[in-house]
């Protein structure tokens, strides 16, 4: 059929187009179509046109004995949907929009679609939550996206550069022993790539104390009894390792003696080495009874390594290890099986900033990175002076994403939250999004202290942090003292 076409739009965008508009027709009589010539040139399709046009015959012929082109260049892609990857039938399914001609009414075709009705996008949603308007989860996502719009035109303004706003093969996984499925930039995403890769649905999701989780072979956490609004769900202990090699037991949480119990338990009372990301109360204070857990069963005393808590640190957050640990310091587990000798190899990476103490670690064989409390999944750290610091913290950040690079790492275990991977929120993008975020508030923290020059901290959370609930001030406070303190260091004279 003859389509008139953007300048931009590509082949295949434009062959996207006119399909939509013969599929509109013939299944709810809506015809995106003008006429070329004549008194009524330019002027969109009628009713008159519609009822001179049979949906059953050939499209494009009718199309063309009634003067019509196809208005092609009116279609934008609004977004890309692959189907999961549970399901035996898959397909990739490009979502447009276009603006609805005045005066044209749809009318189903009663054999493909039925009862045609318009609703808002919040209306369609709320419907949905009440059970009665059945959608399917990329509609529901689409949806829930365009109901941010404040308009039809702006839907089109932000489309008009040719690219889907977003691309998505969701992923599903266990809630309530339901499935649930997840968008690249949901939190539960990355967890199920990394431990479902192939898609099935059978990895549960629910936050719970009293099992641990297997997310790989040599890889479980066990989330300690301490949720909060500082913690999230609470505290993720990690176990690396496995039965021929004993295990390293990585942040044992507070000093929780059923928590601790099970973490021995999962480690079937093997347990070599155990690793403090930093000293803060919810991460090691269960270092110490853990260990002992250890010598009181008849094993071998597991040393307990870290950074010792800096003078800076606050009377809670006190910590000695065993023995310091060196940046790029290699912790090895050694074993033989069946197989083979089996190597689990921890890289210490001393990423200072949340805490003066504060390091990472890298599994090698398997490039997954335990960010500790560095970078979480759903919120960002607080980074509170003196024993926090934001130059070092975004200093770190940078180190990290060079070990990424480095090991192709792709998935990021966090001290509070679902590990974070997948093409959204990945390591190295999540890295990149963090250190914007970061930067983006110390703008708004530069320009209150602009505005406000004899301002308190007080006056400037007002403004820096006025897109964060009230009753979190005191919190974003810290960090707002440590983005000034960076700001000051930045100023000239400084240096």
């Given at each position: 059929a003859a389509a008139d076409r953007r300048p931009t739009q590509s082949d295949q965008h434009l062959t996207q187009a006119i399909a939509a508009i013969r599929e509109s027709f013939e299944e709810l009589g809506v015809l995106l179509a003008r006429h070329a010539e004549g008194p009524r040139q330019g002027q969109m399709a009628d009713a008159q046109d519609i009822a001179a046009i049979d949906r059953h015959q050939p499209f494009a012929a009718q199309c063309a004995a009634r003067g019509l082109r196809l208005a092609a260049d009116g279609v934008y892609l609004l977004a890309h949907w692959t189907a999961d990857r549970d399901l035996a039938r898959r397909f990739e399914v490009p979502f447009l929009v276009a603006r609805m001609p005045e005066g044209q009414e749809p009318v189903a075709d009663e054999a493909e679609q039925f009862e045609p009705v318009w609703v808002r996008p919040a209306d369609?949603?709320?419907?949905?939550?009440?059970?009665?308007?059945?959608?399917?989860?990329?509609?529901?996502?689409?949806?829930?996206?365009?109901?941010?719009?404040?308009?039809?035109?702006?839907?089109?303004?932000?489309?008009?550069?040719?690219?889907?706003?977003?691309?998505?093969?969701?992923?599903?996984?266990?809630?309530?022993?339901?499935?649930?499925?997840?968008?690249?930039?949901?939190?539960?995403?990355?967890?199920?790539?990394?431990?479902?890769?192939?898609?099935?649905?059978?990895?549960?999701?629910?936050?719970?104390?009293?099992?641990?989780?297997?997310?790989?072979?040599?890889?479980?956490?066990?989330?300690?009894?301490?949720?909060?609004?500082?913690?999230?769900?609470?505290?993720?202990?990690?176990?690396?390792?496995?039965?021929?090699?004993?295990?390293?037991?990585?942040?044992?949480?507070?000093?929780?003696?059923?928590?601790?119990?099970?973490?021995?338990?999962?480690?079937?009372?093997?347990?070599?080495?155990?690793?403090?990301?930093?000293?803060?109360?919810?991460?090691?204070?269960?270092?110490?009874?853990?260990?002992?857990?250890?010598?009181?069963?008849?094993?071998?005393?597991?040393?307990?390594?870290?950074?010792?808590?800096?003078?800076?640190?606050?009377?809670?957050?006190q910590f000695t290890p065993d023995r310091a640990l060196q940046n790029n310091e290699l912790l090895v587990l050694e074993g033989l099986a069946p197989e083979g000798k089996i190597t689990h190899t921890l890289q210490v990476i001393h990423t200072p900033g949340h805490a003066a103490n504060h390091l990472c670690?890298?599994?090698?064989?398997?490039?997954?990175?335990?960010?500790?409390?560095?970078?979480?999944?759903?919120?960002?750290?607080?980074?509170?002076?003196?024993?926090?610091?934001?130059?070092?913290?975004?200093?770190?950040?940078?180190?990290?994403?060079?070990?990424?690079?480095?090991?192709?790492?792709?998935?990021?275990?966090?001290?509070?939250?679902?590990?974070?991977?997948?093409?959204?929120?990945?390591?190295?993008?999540?890295?990149?999004?963090?250190?914007?975020?970061?930067?983006?508030?110390?703008?708004?923290?530069?320009?209150?202290m602009q505005a406000l020059p004899q301002g308190s901290m007080d006056d400037w959370v007002r403004h820096a942090y006025d897109d964060v609930p009230q009753r979190m001030w005191p919190v974003a406070q810290r960090s707002l003292l440590a983005h000034v303190e960076r700001i000051r260091s930045l100023q000239p004279g400084n240096n």
């Open positions: 369609a949603l709320a419907r949905h939550e009440a059970g009665q308007f059945f959608m399917i989860f990329p509609t529901i996502r689409t949806l829930q996206r365009l109901a941010q719009f404040s308009s039809t035109q702006a839907v089109l303004d932000a489309v008009a550069h040719e690219q889907p706003l977003w691309v998505s093969c969701p992923r599903a996984g266990l809630l309530a022993g339901k499935e649930a499925r997840y968008m690249e930039d949901e939190m539960p995403f990355g967890e199920l790539a990394l431990v479902c890769p192939d898609g099935q649905i059978v990895h549960p999701l629910d936050w719970q104390t009293e099992r641990p989780v297997p997310l790989l072979r040599n890889v479980m956490r066990l989330t300690a009894p301490n949720p909060g609004v500082m913690t999230g769900p609470g505290t993720n202990s990690y176990l690396v390792g496995d039965p021929a090699t004993g295990f390293i037991a990585i942040d044992p949480g507070p000093a929780d003696a059923e928590h601790l119990d099970k973490l021995w338990r999962a480690a079937g009372g093997d347990i070599r080495m155990i690793v403090c990301t930093h000293s803060h109360a919810d991460h090691s204070p269960g270092a110490a009874p853990l260990q002992a857990m250890c010598v009181q069963a008849g094993k071998a005393r597991p040393p307990v390594l870290g950074l010792p808590s800096a003078p800076t640190a606050r009377a809670a957050s670690l890298l599994l090698v064989e398997d490039a997954l990175l335990f960010s500790g409390d560095h970078i979480l999944n759903g919120s960002t750290t607080v980074i509170d002076p003196p024993d926090g610091n934001m130059a070092d913290y975004l200093d770190s950040l940078d180190r990290l994403d060079a070990v990424c690079a480095e090991h192709s790492v792709e998935f990021i275990l966090p001290a509070h939250g679902y590990v974070l991977g997948g093409p959204v929120l990945g390591a190295r993008n999540a890295i990149a999004k963090l250190r914007a975020h970061r930067l983006a508030r110390e703008a708004k923290v530069l320009a209150a």
